[in-house]
């Protein structure tokens, strides 16, 4: 009896809810090798790495070797099963090498994006507290007073209870044609496979700077449901990496002109496991100005990826150079000073397709930037538009981006009440309280025109997320071309106005993507 006793240690006399304390403070590579000393301890683990998890951290080292260390020491520092990377750096930085030491440090069946960013938001690895962070590139002296060097990095690492995770590839051909039904038909065979439905929970998307990803937003906001959330950055340049890569494209002559991150529901998820929800919010920076015109004669430019058009308005039959439209325009806002960004959004009526089905017909808008005007045609970036189509001037308005800002923070109040969500009772390193539905976390995508020198003051974008939910993780990105599967509903100036059209790919916007919990019902 006294050998027996002997042979006990006394580590296995601790409780089961204390270990599981103790296992919690672990670095993430530590409470795996825990894991591994004894099935009673594998159990406990497991149960605490099947929390949802979203860990993210940012550095402003100019170092690149260092900025990497320093963030990924930082969202390891306690435990979590990666499902996915995404990896943000400054232009200074070497892509190639970015993305060589970032997948170096997790295992190659993990999803690994990285991207050059228009800035970077998020909680500095050493000082704890949230940073804005926007980049200089070559010829933007809008930013001169920003007093970066562009360097820094951001790593967010998440896992996502009850849901798949894969990468699939836009493929174009040495044509530049984009391979869109490839892509389409990838997501469908992808999400039906883990969860039955054609239509998955959430699509990430991060768009190549050279590539039109408006024709893409169109058709996947036609093929799949209205519950598949898609959002992402629309223009940057990014690299990934993962084993569980779908091509589309079996062209050896073909490229990457964007890659999705998809989400499906898992339909052989373990007993006990809740179910993972994403929200999406988005705050406007943009106001309509003057009448409603029409196109009359367009003539597109792709070489320089621009159109040139003649309009006439509502109601009047004479057709309107582009110095007079933004004459016009400009008395209104009192005069070309008072609007250093102007945009058409311009509603389009197309025939859609996947492959060989049925064409249907849907509406959209689209924003073009205003590139100039003259005594014959109105200039505007970007191709797609055509000869009856109806557009509106929208300008920037740092006014109502601050007042969208203050909206959305209401709306993310109403669902911190709807999930019955209480700061006060987190369980895990993440915030997340399992004996109810939580938020564990938050992505943002903002406009890279936004931001300090937008408001006047750092950190506005983030506020409406930071306010009401103190403690959870979130992080975010500055974009050249946010993009939110959204209707016009945060477009509209009048209660009484109506717009069926939707819209995926805004300017002067911020999205945000934010990830709650429900834990399973006790089974019985």
């Not at 170092?63 to 520092?77: I, Q, Y």
């Not at 970077?120 to 690895?125: C, L, M, N, R, S």
């Not at 001169?144 to 990468?167: I, K, M, R, S, Y």
Request: with cysteine; net charge negative.
């Amino acid at each position: 009896m006294e050998k027996q006793r002997q042979k006990t240690c006394p580590v296995d006399m601790i409780g089961e809810d204390l270990l599981y304390n103790i296992f919690s403070k672990l670095p993430a590579l530590s409470c795996a090798s825990a894991s591994c000393v004894s099935r009673s301890w594998n159990l406990i683990i497991t149960r605490l790495l099947s929390l949802p998890n979203l860990s993210s951290s940012l550095s402003r080292n100019p170092n690149l070797k260092v900025a990497v260390n320093d963030v990924v020491e930082k969202v390891l520092a306690s435990p979590i099963r990666p499902q996915f990377v995404i990896a943000s750096i400054g232009p200074a930085f070497d892509l190639d090498e970015a993305h060589r030491l970032i997948t170096g440090r997790f295992g190659s069946q993990i999803p690994v994006i990285t991207s050059i960013s228009q800035g970077i938001f998020g909680q500095d690895a050493t000082t704890n507290e949230f940073e804005e962070v926007q980049w200089e590139f070559e010829d933007d002296e809008a930013h001169d007073d920003l007093g970066n060097e562009n360097q820094g990095a951001l790593l967010t690492v998440g896992f996502l209870p009850g849901l798949t995770v894969d990468l699939i590839p836009l493929s174009k051909t040495r044509g530049n044609q984009l391979m869109i039904d490839d892509l389409v038909l990838s997501i469908r065979d992808r999400s039906s496979s883990h969860s039955g439905s054609a239509s998955p929970m959430g699509i990430l998307l991060f768009s190549d700077e050279g590539t039109d990803i408006k024709p893409v937003l169109e058709k996947l906001d036609y093929a799949f449901s209205t519950e598949t959330v898609i959002v992402g950055d629309g223009g940057s340049q990014f690299l990934y990496r993962g084993e569980t890569v779908i091509n589309p494209s079996n062209n050896k002559a073909s490229s990457t002109a964007a890659v999705a991150l998809l989400f499906s529901r898992d339909r052989g998820k373990p007993p006990g496991v809740g179910e993972t929800q994403f929200h999406v919010m988005l705050s406007t920076g943009i106001s309509r100005i003057g009448p409603t015109y029409k196109a009359v004669s367009v003539k597109e430019r792709p070489k320089d990826y621009s159109t040139w058009l003649t309009a006439k308005r509502d109601a009047v039959r004479e057709n309107l150079d582009g110095q007079t439209i933004l004459d016009q325009i400009y008395d209104e806002l009192g005069g070309p000073n008072h609007c250093p960004a102007l945009y058409v959004g311009v509603t389009k009526r197309r025939k859609c397709s996947i492959g060989l089905e049925k064409p249907s017909w849907i509406s959209m808008h689209e924003f073009h930037e205003v590139l100039r005007g003259d005594e014959e045609y109105l200039y505007v970036h970007g191709v797609g538009i055509r000869s009856g189509d109806s557009f509106r001037f929208y300008h920037a308005n740092s006014e109502l981006a601050r007042a969208s800002c203050n909206t959305t923070a209401n709306s993310f109040r109403h669902l911190k009440q709807d999930l019955n969500y209480q700061g006060d009772h987190h369980t895990n390193s993440n915030g997340v309280d399992m004996n109810k539905k939580s938020v564990f976390g938050g992505i943002m995508f903002a406009c890279c025109g936004r931001g300090k020198l937008f408001f006047g003051e750092p950190n506005v974008d983030g506020s409406p997320f930071l306010e009401n939910f103190p403690g959870v993780t979130f992080s975010g990105t500055y974009c050249a071309g946010e993009i939110a599967r959204a209707d016009l509903s945060s477009y509209k100036q009048d209660s009484q106005e109506h717009i069926d059209a939707r819209c995926c790919l805004h300017v002067f916007s911020t999205v945000y993507l934010v990830m709650s919990y429900t834990p399973a019902l006790p089974q019985h």
